[in-house]
């Protein structure tokens, strides 16, 4: 099973950007539908974009115009662009392989007002 590994986050002030990357251990060129999630304290652990094999994509609706979720196969490496960032984005962020079930451990983003 591939194993994935989330960077990028951190502490940012509102209105500014980051790119978070889920690097994984094996190939992901058969991976149909990567997603990143998040999980903000306190809450449920939501879906915030996907990305299919094809390059179809799709966002919640909080993020939408905002993050750009990317995959690159050939570096087997998922990443999510967010720009324009709010406080409640704060959360930790997670990238799963739909296919396989396989999670990342997260990474922190916290965007201070």
């Known amino acids: 099973q591939v194993q994935l590994v989330e960077s990028g986050g951190g502490l940012v002030q509102a209105g500014g950007s980051l790119t978070l990357s889920c690097a994984a251990s094996g190939t992901i060129s058969r991976i149909n539908t990567m997603a990143w999630y998040r999980q903000a304290p306190g809450k449920q652990r939501e879906l915030v974009a996907t990305?299919?094999?094809?390059?179809?994509?799709n966002y919640a609706d909080s993020v939408k115009g905002r993050f750009t979720i990317s995959r690159d196969n050939a570096k087997n490496t998922l990443y999510l662009q967010m720009n324009s960032l709010k406080p409640e984005d704060t959360a930790v962020y997670y990238c799963?392989?739909?296919?396989?079930?396989?999670w990342g451990q997260g990474t922190q983003v916290t965007v201070s007002s």
């Open positions: 990305i299919t094999r094809r390059g179809s994509l």
């Open positions: 799963n392989a739909w296919d396989s079930g396989a």
